[in-house]
């Protein structure tokens, strides 16, 4: 089914991010299509309006290494705006890190700053009751590990979005809305334990400032989490299928 749609990639990074190449090519994994079928969209030059998302049979949202969901600067207002078009379109859209907290405060949720609460790593989380019950999540069972990296946190989940997994120090780690094919994960499906390596060899004060430990040991904590990786996959066979 991958190989026929179209995705757009909406990418929230300064102009010479190298993870801008790399983003692509872990969904391009996880989804199991060509990189050519994903169109990144740079929405901090412009955002792609309503011809280019109806050309386009899914979004993702991925993550920043620079910005922040809290912002009050201007840049972010017309993107919000971009996501509640596509919750009023009942646009399929996978939303991850930046986008799961951007797409929640865009529907009514909060997103606030919290260091102390701050993940990064391979984490284990826990499905909800709804989670266990959801078609896209359930085949995880009740526990999973992923790989995460923030420092913002969704406080408040928007009130058509129904929660789906949690970690022991923060509660809203996946969420979809309700009778829309629009899920939104804290973590990161589409990463392995090499893409995590390999991004945080560009933000090398993230393991310091989080896990507060040096970059070695905080390698040896990472693993792969195969079964998390094949949620995209999942979430294109419930929607597409």
């Known amino acids: 089914m991958s190989a026929k749609l179209r995705f757009l990639l909406?990418?929230?990074?300064?102009?010479?991010?190298?993870?801008?190449?790399?983003?692509?090519?872990?969904?391009?994994?996880?989804?199991?299509?060509?990189?050519e079928q994903?169109?990144?969209?740079?929405?901090?030059?412009?955002?792609?309006?309503?011809?280019k998302l109806a050309a386009h049979d899914m979004v993702l949202i991925g993550g920043s290494g620079d910005y922040s969901a809290t912002s009050d600067e201007a840049w972010i207002e017309p993107i919000l705006d971009e996501m509640r078009i596509l919750h009023q379109q009942s646009k399929p859209t996978f939303a991850s890190c930046w986008g799961f907290q951007a797409m929640a405060r865009a529907m009514g949720g909060s997103v606030v700053h919290d260091l102390a609460?701050?993940?990064?790593?391979?984490?284990?989380?826990?499905?909800?009751?709804?989670?266990?019950?959801?078609?896209?999540?359930?085949?995880l069972g009740v526990n999973f590990d992923a790989q995460m990296g923030h420092t913002d946190r969704v406080d408040r989940l928007p009130a058509d979005a129904v929660l789906l997994a949690s970690t022991e120090k923060v509660e809203n780690q996946a969420y979809r809305f309700q009778g829309k094919p629009i899920y939104?994960?804290?973590?990161?499906?589409?990463?392995?334990?090499?893409?995590?390596?390999?991004r945080?060899?560009?933000?090398?004060?993230?393991?310091?400032?989080?896990?507060?430990?040096?970059?070695?040991?905080?390698?040896?904590?990472?693993?792969?989490?195969?079964e998390t990786e094949r949620l995209l996959r999942r979430f294109i066979e419930e929607v597409f299928g």
């Open 10 to 35: 909406m990418q929230i990074r300064v102009p010479d991010d190298p993870m801008r190449e790399q983003e692509i090519g872990c969904f391009a994994r996880a989804l199991q299509c060509e990189s």
């Open 200 to 226: 945080l060899v560009q933000y090398p004060e993230y393991v310091d400032r989080i896990a507060g430990i040096t970059f070695e040991q905080f390698r040896d904590t990472v693993h792969d989490t195969p």
């Open 38 to 51: 994903i169109t990144p969209w740079d929405v901090l030059e412009s955002l792609p309006g309503e011809a």
């Open 117 to 139: 609460r701050g993940e990064l790593g391979t984490l284990r989380l826990t499905l909800s009751d709804a989670g266990h019950d959801d078609p896209v999540f359930s085949p």
């Open 184 to 198: 939104c994960t804290q973590f990161h499906p589409e990463l392995n334990r090499e893409n995590l390596i390999g």
